[in-house]
C-alpha cells in the first residue's frame, strides 16, 4: 500500500511542478498569486484528509494516509525549490 501512496504523491507532485513551470505562470502578479493561493489551498486540503486517514485503525486506509499526507506537503514544497528564476524569453 505504500507503493500505491508513492504513486499517489508522484501524481500530485508533477502537477505542482506543471503549476510552478515559469514558462507556464501568468502574466501579471494578481494571477499569479491567485495561482499560488490555489496551490496551498488545495494542498493543505490533500494533507488534511490524507492525514486524517493515516489516524485510521484500517491498516489499508492508515499505509495510504501516513505516506500521501507528508508525501504532498513535501512535493509541493520541492516543487516550490525547484522552480527556476524566470528568463528574458519567459517573460515576454
Same mark, same amino acid.
Given at each position: 500500500?505504500? =507503493? ?9 507532485? @508533477?502537477?505542482?511542478? =506543471? *503549476? ?14 491567485? !495561482?499560488? !493561493? @490555489? ?5 493543505? !486540503?490533500?494533507?488534511? @484528509? *490524507?492525514?486524517? =486517514?493515516? *489516524?485510521?485503525?484500517?491498516?489499508? =486506509? @492508515?499505509?495510504?494516509? !501516513? ?14 525549490? *525547484? ?10
Amino acid at each position: 500500500m505504500h =507503493l500505491v501512496g508513492l504513486l499517489l504523491v508522484v501524481a500530485v507532485g @508533477s502537477n505542482y511542478a =506543471l *503549476f510552478f513551470d515559469v514558462g507556464a505562470q501568468p502574466a501579471n502578479d494578481s494571477a499569479r498569486r491567485q !495561482t499560488l !493561493t @490555489s496551490l496551498v489551498v488545495a494542498n493543505l !486540503t490533500t494533507v488534511a @484528509s *490524507f492525514g486524517l =486517514l493515516g *489516524f485510521s485503525n484500517v491498516p489499508v =486506509l @492508515s499505509a495510504i494516509g !501516513t505516506t500521501v499526507g507528508p508525501g504532498a506537503l513535501l512535493a509541493l514544497v520541492f516543487s516550490a525549490i *525547484f522552480v527556476g528564476a524566470p528568463s528574458n524569453a519567459a517573460a515576454r
